[in-house]
Protein backbone atom coordinates (compact mmCIF):
# COMPACT_ATOMS: atom_id res chain seq x y z
CA UNK A 1 0.00 0.00 0.00
CA UNK A 2 1.55 3.35 -1.23
CA UNK A 3 1.97 5.66 1.75
CA UNK A 4 -0.15 9.17 2.16
CA UNK A 5 1.68 12.04 0.62
CA UNK A 6 2.49 14.59 2.66
CA UNK A 7 4.33 18.03 2.23
CA UNK A 8 7.40 17.84 3.49
CA UNK A 9 9.60 14.54 4.29
CA UNK A 10 12.19 15.45 6.31
CA UNK A 11 15.75 13.03 6.29
CA UNK A 12 17.18 13.45 9.43
CA UNK A 13 16.00 13.65 12.92
CA UNK A 14 18.95 15.78 14.90
CA UNK A 15 19.07 19.44 15.50
CA UNK A 16 18.45 20.79 12.51
CA UNK A 17 15.84 18.52 11.13
CA UNK A 18 13.79 18.36 14.72
CA UNK A 19 13.90 22.37 13.92
CA UNK A 20 12.14 22.15 10.75
CA UNK A 21 9.64 19.34 11.69
CA UNK A 22 8.71 21.98 14.20
CA UNK A 23 8.49 24.76 12.46
CA UNK A 24 6.70 23.31 9.22
CA UNK A 25 3.93 21.19 11.15
CA UNK A 26 2.83 23.77 13.69
CA UNK A 27 2.13 25.43 10.47
CA UNK A 28 0.17 23.09 8.94
CA UNK A 29 2.10 21.48 6.93
CA UNK A 30 2.19 17.39 7.00
CA UNK A 31 5.69 16.19 7.44
CA UNK A 32 7.24 12.81 8.02
CA UNK A 33 10.48 12.70 10.28
CA UNK A 34 12.65 9.76 9.10
CA UNK A 35 15.59 8.70 10.98
CA UNK A 36 17.96 5.96 10.59
CA UNK A 37 18.53 5.08 14.18
CA UNK A 38 16.60 4.98 17.21
CA UNK A 39 14.54 7.28 19.78
CA UNK A 40 16.80 7.01 23.18
CA UNK A 41 15.71 7.34 26.62
CA UNK A 42 16.80 7.74 30.02
CA UNK A 43 16.22 4.10 30.59
CA UNK A 44 19.82 3.55 28.07
CA UNK A 45 21.32 5.73 30.49
CA UNK A 46 23.57 3.14 31.88
CA UNK A 47 27.12 4.52 33.44
CA UNK A 48 29.60 2.53 31.39
CA UNK A 49 32.82 4.56 30.71
CA UNK A 50 33.40 2.11 28.06
CA UNK A 51 30.63 2.45 26.06
CA UNK A 52 29.66 6.49 25.59
CA UNK A 53 29.23 8.50 22.66
CA UNK A 54 32.88 9.82 22.93
CA UNK A 55 34.95 7.01 23.80
CA UNK A 56 33.10 4.16 21.97
CA UNK A 57 35.66 1.97 22.67
CA UNK A 58 32.60 -0.75 23.10
CA UNK A 59 30.13 0.74 19.66
CA UNK A 60 28.79 3.65 19.19
CA UNK A 61 26.13 3.84 21.88
CA UNK A 62 23.52 6.12 20.72
CA UNK A 63 24.59 4.61 16.86
CA UNK A 64 25.10 4.24 14.21
CA UNK A 65 25.36 0.35 14.62
CA UNK A 66 28.98 -0.99 13.27
CA UNK A 67 27.67 -3.83 11.46
CA UNK A 68 25.47 -2.45 8.98
CA UNK A 69 27.05 1.00 8.44
CA UNK A 70 30.60 1.19 7.22
CA UNK A 71 32.78 3.73 5.88
CA UNK A 72 35.61 4.43 3.96
CA UNK A 73 38.56 6.42 5.69
CA UNK A 74 41.29 7.53 3.58
CA UNK A 75 44.82 8.32 5.12
CA UNK A 76 47.06 11.14 4.05
CA UNK A 77 49.03 8.52 2.03
CA UNK A 78 46.20 7.38 -0.18
CA UNK A 79 45.45 3.81 2.28
CA UNK A 80 42.07 2.86 2.42
CA UNK A 81 40.83 1.26 5.49
CA UNK A 82 37.04 0.25 5.91
CA UNK A 83 36.06 1.71 9.11
CA UNK A 84 33.22 1.36 12.00
CA UNK A 85 31.30 3.90 13.83
CA UNK A 86 33.38 2.88 17.33
CA UNK A 87 36.65 4.06 15.26
CA UNK A 88 37.75 7.72 14.94
CA UNK A 89 38.56 8.00 11.51
CA UNK A 90 35.03 7.02 11.07
CA UNK A 91 34.09 10.88 12.19
CA UNK A 92 30.56 9.66 13.93
CA UNK A 93 28.16 11.52 15.45
CA UNK A 94 25.28 9.96 17.37
CA UNK A 95 22.63 8.02 14.78
CA UNK A 96 19.47 8.60 17.00
CA UNK A 97 15.96 11.18 17.78
CA UNK A 98 17.89 14.26 18.47
CA UNK A 99 21.21 13.35 16.73
CA UNK A 100 24.20 14.42 18.12
CA UNK A 101 21.78 17.09 20.86
CA UNK A 102 21.00 14.01 22.41
CA UNK A 103 24.16 13.24 24.17
CA UNK A 104 26.47 16.17 23.54
CA UNK A 105 28.00 18.73 26.00
CA UNK A 106 25.47 21.40 25.43
CA UNK A 107 27.45 24.03 24.62
CA UNK A 108 25.24 26.98 23.37
CA UNK A 109 27.49 29.78 21.62
CA UNK A 110 26.50 32.08 19.31
CA UNK A 111 28.82 32.88 16.71
CA UNK A 112 30.33 36.09 16.22
CA UNK A 113 30.08 38.75 13.37
CA UNK A 114 33.90 38.24 11.69
CA UNK A 115 33.21 34.58 12.05
CA UNK A 116 30.39 35.15 8.47
CA UNK A 117 33.03 37.24 7.46
CA UNK A 118 36.18 35.00 7.30
CA UNK A 119 37.04 36.10 3.77
CA UNK A 120 36.37 39.59 3.95
CA UNK A 121 38.19 40.21 7.43
CA UNK A 122 41.50 38.07 6.65
CA UNK A 123 41.83 37.83 2.58
CA UNK A 124 42.48 34.55 0.64
CA UNK A 125 44.18 31.88 2.58
CA UNK A 126 46.74 29.99 0.52
CA UNK A 127 45.79 26.24 -0.04
CA UNK A 128 41.89 27.32 1.63
CA UNK A 129 38.63 27.71 0.41
CA UNK A 130 37.84 30.26 2.84
CA UNK A 131 35.08 32.66 2.06
CA UNK A 132 32.03 34.97 3.93
CA UNK A 133 28.42 33.30 4.41
CA UNK A 134 25.90 34.64 2.12
CA UNK A 135 24.19 35.86 5.54
CA UNK A 136 25.80 37.85 8.54
CA UNK A 137 24.99 37.61 12.19
CA UNK A 138 22.17 40.26 12.05
CA UNK A 139 20.32 37.53 10.09
CA UNK A 140 20.87 34.73 12.27
CA UNK A 141 20.47 37.14 15.30
CA UNK A 142 16.37 37.14 16.34
CA UNK A 143 16.82 33.49 15.70
CA UNK A 144 19.52 32.66 18.18
CA UNK A 145 17.08 34.54 20.56
CA UNK A 146 14.48 31.63 19.67
CA UNK A 147 16.32 29.09 19.73
CA UNK A 148 17.92 30.02 23.47
CA UNK A 149 14.44 30.56 25.00
CA UNK A 150 12.22 28.24 23.20
CA UNK A 151 14.73 25.02 23.63
CA UNK A 152 16.06 26.67 27.28
CA UNK A 153 19.94 27.93 27.51
CA UNK A 154 21.84 28.87 30.88
CA UNK A 155 24.74 31.21 31.74
CA UNK A 156 25.80 34.23 31.61
CA UNK A 157 27.75 35.82 28.62
CA UNK A 158 27.36 39.60 30.34
CA UNK A 159 31.47 39.64 30.85
CA UNK A 160 32.01 38.26 27.25
CA UNK A 161 33.46 42.02 25.95
CA UNK A 162 33.71 40.35 22.84
CA UNK A 163 30.43 38.94 21.95
CA UNK A 164 28.19 40.14 19.20
CA UNK A 165 25.25 42.01 20.29
CA UNK A 166 22.78 40.71 21.44
CA UNK A 167 18.78 42.03 22.50
CA UNK A 168 18.02 39.57 25.25
CA UNK A 169 19.69 37.65 28.35
CA UNK A 170 19.88 34.06 28.58
CA UNK A 171 16.40 32.72 30.15
CA UNK A 172 18.34 30.85 32.65
CA UNK A 173 21.49 31.61 35.04
CA UNK A 174 24.11 29.47 34.87
CA UNK A 175 25.25 27.02 38.04
CA UNK A 176 27.07 27.59 41.02
CA UNK A 177 31.48 27.97 39.87
CA UNK A 178 33.00 24.71 40.46
CA UNK A 179 36.44 24.49 42.01
CA UNK A 180 37.57 24.36 38.44
CA UNK A 181 36.19 27.80 37.69
CA UNK A 182 37.57 29.48 41.11
CA UNK A 183 41.01 28.89 40.57
CA UNK A 184 40.96 29.77 36.79
CA UNK A 185 38.46 32.91 37.01
CA UNK A 186 41.02 35.13 39.00
CA UNK A 187 44.32 33.35 37.37
CA UNK A 188 42.67 34.93 33.80
CA UNK A 189 41.72 38.50 35.20
CA UNK A 190 45.36 38.31 36.32
CA UNK A 191 46.61 38.37 32.63
CA UNK A 192 44.50 41.03 31.33
CA UNK A 193 41.91 38.34 29.65
CA UNK A 194 37.51 38.29 30.18
CA UNK A 195 36.17 35.04 31.77
CA UNK A 196 32.53 34.56 31.75
CA UNK A 197 30.06 31.53 32.38
CA UNK A 198 29.46 29.37 29.36
CA UNK A 199 26.05 29.32 27.73
CA UNK A 200 24.54 25.54 27.70
CA UNK A 201 21.67 24.27 26.55
CA UNK A 202 21.34 22.73 29.70
CA UNK A 203 18.60 23.40 32.60
CA UNK A 204 19.38 25.19 35.82
CA UNK A 205 16.36 25.98 37.18
CA UNK A 206 13.48 23.88 36.15
CA UNK A 207 12.31 25.16 32.67
CA UNK A 208 9.43 24.11 30.44
CA UNK A 209 8.37 21.39 32.17
CA UNK A 210 11.73 19.56 32.73
CA UNK A 211 14.27 19.20 35.50
CA UNK A 212 17.11 20.75 36.83
CA UNK A 213 20.58 19.53 36.39
CA UNK A 214 21.65 17.22 38.97
CA UNK A 215 25.22 17.73 38.22
CA UNK A 216 26.78 14.40 37.68
CA UNK A 217 29.71 13.14 36.00
CA UNK A 218 27.93 11.03 33.72
CA UNK A 219 27.00 14.06 31.11
CA UNK A 220 28.76 14.55 27.65
CA UNK A 221 28.26 11.27 25.79
CA UNK A 222 25.54 9.66 27.84
CA UNK A 223 21.70 10.39 28.07
CA UNK A 224 20.31 12.79 30.48
CA UNK A 225 18.54 10.65 33.32
CA UNK A 226 16.55 13.68 34.68
CA UNK A 227 16.19 15.31 31.12
CA UNK A 228 18.32 18.91 32.12
CA UNK A 229 19.96 18.71 28.59
CA UNK A 230 18.20 20.08 26.03
CA UNK A 231 18.48 18.75 22.39
CA UNK A 232 15.45 18.45 19.74
CA UNK A 233 14.27 15.09 21.46
CA UNK A 234 13.26 16.43 24.00
CA UNK A 235 12.02 20.27 23.00
CA UNK A 236 10.66 20.70 19.17
CA UNK A 237 10.36 17.06 18.13
CA UNK A 238 7.83 16.23 21.20
CA UNK A 239 6.23 19.70 20.03
CA UNK A 240 5.94 18.54 16.08
CA UNK A 241 4.61 14.90 16.80
CA UNK A 242 1.88 17.35 19.23
CA UNK A 243 0.42 19.32 16.00
CA UNK A 244 -0.81 15.82 15.30
CA UNK A 245 0.84 17.02 11.08
CA UNK A 246 4.00 15.10 12.13
CA UNK A 247 4.82 11.38 11.95
CA UNK A 248 8.55 10.48 13.00
CA UNK A 249 9.50 7.27 11.66
CA UNK A 250 12.96 5.67 13.37
CA UNK A 251 15.02 2.88 12.47
CA UNK A 252 14.75 4.49 8.78
CA UNK A 253 17.55 4.51 6.07
CA UNK A 254 17.15 6.75 3.57
CA UNK A 255 18.56 5.63 0.08
CA UNK A 256 17.75 8.27 -2.64
CA UNK A 257 15.51 11.00 -3.42
CA UNK A 258 12.90 10.52 -6.38
CA UNK A 259 13.08 13.13 -8.74
CA UNK A 260 10.65 12.79 -12.09
CA UNK A 261 11.61 13.73 -15.48
CA UNK A 262 12.36 16.95 -15.09
CA UNK A 263 14.56 16.71 -12.39
CA UNK A 264 12.46 18.25 -9.19
CA UNK A 265 12.36 16.06 -5.85
CA UNK A 266 8.68 13.75 -6.21
CA UNK A 267 10.04 12.17 -2.19
CA UNK A 268 12.62 9.31 -0.90
CA UNK A 269 13.30 6.04 -1.23
CA UNK A 270 13.82 4.61 1.91
CA UNK A 271 14.26 1.05 3.71
CA UNK A 272 11.85 0.76 6.94
CA UNK A 273 12.70 -0.93 9.97
CA UNK A 274 11.55 -3.82 8.88
CA UNK A 275 14.00 -3.74 5.67
CA UNK A 276 11.10 -3.18 3.30
CA UNK A 277 11.91 -0.35 0.60
CA UNK A 278 9.58 2.41 0.46
CA UNK A 279 8.43 5.21 -1.30
CA UNK A 280 7.29 8.61 0.49
CA UNK A 281 6.13 11.06 -2.13
CA UNK A 282 6.10 14.40 -0.56
CA UNK A 283 5.85 18.17 -1.63
CA UNK A 284 9.51 19.18 -0.19
CA UNK A 285 12.55 17.01 0.60
CA UNK A 286 14.47 18.72 3.32
CA UNK A 287 17.95 16.86 4.19
CA UNK A 288 19.08 17.25 7.64
CA UNK A 289 21.65 13.94 8.09
CA UNK A 290 24.49 15.78 9.24
CA UNK A 291 27.86 16.93 6.78
CA UNK A 292 28.75 13.59 5.90
CA UNK A 293 25.36 11.67 5.61
CA UNK A 294 23.95 14.77 3.90
CA UNK A 295 26.53 14.97 1.52
CA UNK A 296 26.13 10.90 0.82
CA UNK A 297 22.19 10.83 0.53
CA UNK A 298 22.94 13.86 -2.66
CA UNK A 299 25.67 11.96 -4.04
CA UNK A 300 23.80 8.80 -4.40
CA UNK A 301 20.88 10.24 -5.65
CA UNK A 302 21.48 10.19 -9.49
CA UNK A 303 19.76 11.18 -12.57
CA UNK A 304 19.98 11.99 -16.28
CA UNK A 305 20.51 15.46 -15.18
CA UNK A 306 22.80 15.05 -12.38
CA UNK A 307 24.84 12.19 -13.57
CA UNK A 308 27.58 13.34 -10.29
CA UNK A 309 24.62 13.32 -7.64
CA UNK A 310 21.68 15.78 -6.89
CA UNK A 311 23.35 19.40 -6.74
CA UNK A 312 26.83 18.58 -7.54
CA UNK A 313 26.91 19.80 -11.18
CA UNK A 314 30.29 21.71 -10.01
CA UNK A 315 31.95 19.32 -8.17
CA UNK A 316 30.96 20.96 -4.92
CA UNK A 317 28.75 18.27 -2.58
CA UNK A 318 31.18 16.84 -0.06
CA UNK A 319 33.61 19.27 -0.03
CA UNK A 320 35.11 21.40 2.36
CA UNK A 321 34.10 19.29 5.05
CA UNK A 322 35.75 20.26 8.47
CA UNK A 323 35.44 20.00 12.26
CA UNK A 324 37.26 21.49 14.96
CA UNK A 325 40.49 20.64 16.25
CA UNK A 326 40.96 20.65 19.65
CA UNK A 327 44.49 22.03 20.92
CA UNK A 328 44.62 21.74 24.93
CA UNK A 329 46.95 22.27 27.60
CA UNK A 330 46.87 20.70 31.08
CA UNK A 331 48.02 21.79 34.57
CA UNK A 332 49.22 19.55 37.03
CA UNK A 333 48.19 21.38 40.78
CA UNK A 334 49.53 20.79 44.14
CA UNK A 335 46.34 20.41 45.55
CA UNK A 336 43.33 18.89 44.56
CA UNK A 337 41.43 20.58 41.99
CA UNK A 338 38.17 17.97 41.15
CA UNK A 339 35.17 18.18 42.86
CA UNK A 340 32.88 15.88 41.00
CA UNK A 341 30.71 18.36 39.69
CA UNK A 342 29.06 18.16 36.27
CA UNK A 343 29.32 19.18 33.95
CA UNK A 344 32.68 19.94 34.45
CA UNK A 345 33.39 22.87 31.80
CA UNK A 346 32.26 26.31 33.12
CA UNK A 347 34.35 28.67 32.76
CA UNK A 348 35.45 30.90 29.24
CA UNK A 349 37.31 33.66 27.13
CA UNK A 350 36.69 34.51 23.80
CA UNK A 351 40.19 36.92 23.91
CA UNK A 352 41.93 34.63 21.43
CA UNK A 353 39.12 33.98 18.73
CA UNK A 354 39.85 37.01 16.68
CA UNK A 355 43.15 39.44 16.57
CA UNK A 356 45.82 37.56 17.04
CA UNK A 357 48.97 38.32 15.16
CA UNK A 358 49.70 36.62 11.79
CA UNK A 359 46.57 34.11 12.53
CA UNK A 360 43.22 34.00 10.02
CA UNK A 361 40.59 33.38 13.36
CA UNK A 362 41.59 32.15 16.36
CA UNK A 363 39.86 29.56 19.32
CA UNK A 364 37.34 29.88 22.49
CA UNK A 365 39.19 28.36 25.36
CA UNK A 366 37.46 26.63 28.29
CA UNK A 367 37.93 24.18 31.09
CA UNK A 368 37.00 20.44 30.24
CA UNK A 369 33.83 18.33 30.77
CA UNK A 370 34.60 16.23 33.31
CA UNK A 371 36.67 13.56 32.37
CA UNK A 372 36.18 9.65 33.25
CA UNK A 373 38.51 7.68 34.06
CA UNK A 374 39.17 6.15 31.38
CA UNK A 375 39.43 8.81 29.15
CA UNK A 376 42.45 10.80 31.64
CA UNK A 377 44.34 7.47 30.61
CA UNK A 378 44.84 9.42 27.55
CA UNK A 379 45.95 12.44 28.61
CA UNK A 380 48.98 11.81 30.79
CA UNK A 381 52.34 13.96 29.76
CA UNK A 382 54.72 12.42 27.42
CA UNK A 383 57.01 10.23 29.36
CA UNK A 384 54.89 8.46 31.33
CA UNK A 385 54.42 4.94 30.22
CA UNK A 386 51.03 3.68 28.67
CA UNK A 387 51.23 1.12 31.50
CA UNK A 388 52.33 -0.52 34.28
CA UNK A 389 53.39 0.36 37.81
CA UNK A 390 54.82 4.09 36.85
CA UNK A 391 51.69 4.70 34.54
CA UNK A 392 49.05 3.74 37.85
CA UNK A 393 50.89 5.54 39.97
CA UNK A 394 50.79 8.66 37.68
CA UNK A 395 46.96 8.49 37.30
CA UNK A 396 46.41 7.92 40.56
CA UNK A 397 48.53 10.79 41.78
CA UNK A 398 47.65 13.12 38.86
CA UNK A 399 43.51 12.40 38.17
CA UNK A 400 41.84 14.97 40.99
CA UNK A 401 45.17 17.51 40.59
CA UNK A 402 44.74 18.32 36.95
CA UNK A 403 42.58 20.72 35.25
CA UNK A 404 42.58 20.89 31.29
CA UNK A 405 41.67 24.03 28.93
CA UNK A 406 40.92 23.30 25.18
CA UNK A 407 39.23 25.10 22.80
CA UNK A 408 37.91 24.20 18.52
CA UNK A 409 39.67 26.01 16.55
CA UNK A 410 38.30 27.75 13.52
CA UNK A 411 39.61 25.47 10.59
CA UNK A 412 40.61 26.87 7.15
CA UNK A 413 38.06 24.68 5.16
CA UNK A 414 39.93 22.89 2.36
CA UNK A 415 38.99 22.11 -1.35
CA UNK A 416 40.06 18.16 -1.07
CA UNK A 417 38.82 17.65 2.10
CA UNK A 418 36.19 15.40 1.13
CA UNK A 419 32.70 13.25 1.50
CA UNK A 420 32.25 11.18 -1.70
CA UNK A 421 30.25 7.91 -2.31
CA UNK A 422 32.52 4.81 -2.47
CA UNK A 423 32.86 2.89 -5.66
CA UNK A 424 33.19 -0.27 -4.12
CA UNK A 425 32.30 -0.71 -0.63
CA UNK A 426 28.24 -0.66 0.40
CA UNK A 427 26.09 -1.02 3.47
CA UNK A 428 23.89 -3.31 4.96
CA UNK A 429 21.36 -2.00 2.48
CA UNK A 430 23.22 -1.75 -0.54
CA UNK A 431 24.04 1.79 -0.51
CA UNK A 432 27.20 3.22 -1.44
CA UNK A 433 28.85 4.17 1.60
CA UNK A 434 30.57 7.85 2.80
CA UNK A 435 34.49 7.65 1.85
CA UNK A 436 36.06 10.38 3.69
CA UNK A 437 39.76 11.64 2.27
CA UNK A 438 41.78 14.59 2.94
CA UNK A 439 42.76 16.33 5.60
CA UNK A 440 43.23 19.74 8.07
CA UNK A 441 44.96 23.17 6.12
CA UNK A 442 48.52 23.64 7.76
CA UNK A 443 47.09 27.16 8.77
CA UNK A 444 44.66 25.41 10.82
CA UNK A 445 47.53 23.73 12.79
CA UNK A 446 49.46 27.05 13.37
CA UNK A 447 46.24 28.36 15.09
CA UNK A 448 46.35 25.41 17.10
CA UNK A 449 49.55 25.89 18.59
CA UNK A 450 48.94 29.09 19.44
CA UNK A 451 45.85 28.37 21.26
CA UNK A 452 47.63 25.40 23.10
CA UNK A 453 49.91 27.89 24.01
CA UNK A 454 47.85 30.56 25.19
CA UNK A 455 45.77 27.46 27.36
CA UNK A 456 49.34 26.54 29.17
CA UNK A 457 49.73 30.44 30.23
CA UNK A 458 46.63 30.16 31.41
CA UNK A 459 46.88 26.90 33.50
CA UNK A 460 50.03 28.31 34.72
CA UNK A 461 49.39 31.93 36.11
CA UNK A 462 46.56 29.93 37.91
CA UNK A 463 48.98 27.59 40.11
CA UNK A 464 50.08 24.83 38.14
CA UNK A 465 53.14 23.02 38.92
CA UNK A 466 53.37 21.01 35.60
CA UNK A 467 51.65 21.63 32.50
CA UNK A 468 51.58 19.99 28.92
CA UNK A 469 50.32 20.32 25.32
CA UNK A 470 48.12 18.60 23.31
CA UNK A 471 48.18 19.36 20.07
CA UNK A 472 46.39 18.00 17.06
CA UNK A 473 47.73 15.99 13.81
CA UNK A 474 47.36 16.60 10.49
CA UNK A 475 44.97 14.28 9.52
CA UNK A 476 40.89 14.63 8.30
CA UNK A 477 38.44 16.62 10.80
CA UNK A 478 35.18 15.42 11.08
CA UNK A 479 33.37 13.80 14.02
CA UNK A 480 30.41 15.57 16.12
CA UNK A 481 30.84 19.42 14.92
CA UNK A 482 31.36 18.15 11.12
CA UNK A 483 30.32 20.87 8.46
CA UNK A 484 30.51 22.63 5.13
CA UNK A 485 29.94 19.77 3.00
CA UNK A 486 26.89 21.50 1.36
CA UNK A 487 27.97 25.11 1.69
CA UNK A 488 25.60 28.40 1.05
CA UNK A 489 26.20 30.53 -1.04
CA UNK A 490 25.34 33.16 -3.52
CA UNK A 491 27.08 31.53 -7.03
CA UNK A 492 25.62 28.17 -7.77
CA UNK A 493 29.42 27.78 -9.18
CA UNK A 494 31.07 27.72 -6.25
CA UNK A 495 28.34 26.76 -3.53
CA UNK A 496 25.24 24.05 -3.18
CA UNK A 497 22.51 25.77 -1.61
CA UNK A 498 21.27 29.31 -1.93
CA UNK A 499 21.12 31.92 1.67
CA UNK A 500 17.71 30.34 2.04
CA UNK A 501 19.45 26.90 2.32
CA UNK A 502 17.23 25.57 -0.84
CA UNK A 503 19.52 23.57 -3.81
CA UNK A 504 20.71 25.80 -6.76
CA UNK A 505 19.78 23.46 -9.01
CA UNK A 506 16.37 21.73 -7.29
CA UNK A 507 14.00 24.02 -5.72
CA UNK A 508 12.32 22.07 -3.70
CA UNK A 509 14.99 20.49 -2.39
CA UNK A 510 16.91 21.97 1.10
CA UNK A 511 19.83 20.99 3.04
CA UNK A 512 19.27 22.42 6.74
CA UNK A 513 22.09 21.15 8.88
CA UNK A 514 25.77 22.14 9.62
CA UNK A 515 26.57 20.90 6.65
CA UNK A 516 25.90 24.40 5.02
CA UNK A 517 27.86 26.09 7.07
CA UNK A 518 30.75 27.95 5.09
CA UNK A 519 33.19 28.36 7.91
CA UNK A 520 32.37 26.73 11.49
CA UNK A 521 33.31 29.38 13.92
CA UNK A 522 35.80 29.12 16.63
CA UNK A 523 32.37 27.33 19.02
CA UNK A 524 30.47 24.32 19.07
CA UNK A 525 28.41 25.16 16.21
CA UNK A 526 24.93 23.26 17.54
CA UNK A 527 23.35 26.64 18.82
CA UNK A 528 24.19 27.74 14.97
CA UNK A 529 22.81 24.76 13.53
CA UNK A 530 19.39 25.26 15.27
CA UNK A 531 19.23 29.08 14.94
CA UNK A 532 19.71 28.07 11.20
CA UNK A 533 17.11 25.74 10.98
CA UNK A 534 14.70 28.45 12.64
CA UNK A 535 15.60 31.03 9.83
CA UNK A 536 16.01 29.19 7.18
CA UNK A 537 12.38 26.98 7.96
CA UNK A 538 11.01 30.81 8.43
CA UNK A 539 11.81 31.42 4.95
CA UNK A 540 10.40 28.08 3.65
CA UNK A 541 7.24 28.77 4.77
CA UNK A 542 7.01 32.21 3.32
CA UNK A 543 7.96 30.19 -0.30
CA UNK A 544 5.30 27.77 0.32
CA UNK A 545 2.58 30.63 0.96
CA UNK A 546 3.67 32.23 -2.15
CA UNK A 547 3.07 28.27 -3.98
CA UNK A 548 6.42 29.16 -5.15
CA UNK A 549 7.50 25.30 -3.50
CA UNK A 550 5.00 23.89 -4.25
CA UNK A 551 5.05 20.71 -6.95
Known amino acids: MALKHVNAVIVGAGAGGGVVAKELSAAGLSVALLERGRWYSAADCRKDDLCNQRTQVLGAKFGPDD ?39 AMAWRYMEKDFRMRSTYGAVAGSTLEDWPIDYFDLEPYYEKAEWEMGVSGDVSNNIFKAPRRKPLPMPPLPPNREYRILSPAAKR ?184 QFLSAVPAGVPQWGPEHKNFVRNAYRRTISIMGPVQEMPVFDARVQADPKVKDYWGIPVARLSGGKHPHTLEIAGFAAAKAEAWLKEAGAIRTWKRLPGASLSGGQHQAGTCRMGNDPKTSVVNKDCQLHEVDNVYVIDASVHVTNGGFNPALTILANAYRASGNLLKAWKGSKARS
Open 191 to 374: LGLHPFDIPMLRNTVPYNGRRSCMRCRWCVGFACEVNARNGTHNTVIPEALATGNCELRTDCMTREILLDARGRATGVAYFDANGRLQEQTADLAIVCGGAVESARLLLNTKHRLFPNGLGNRYDWVGRNLQSHTYPAAIGLFEQEVYDDLGPGAGIAICDYNHGNPGLAGGAMLANEFIRLPY
Open 67 to 105: ERNPRVAVDGKGRETVVVASDGAYSNNAACVGGGTFSYG
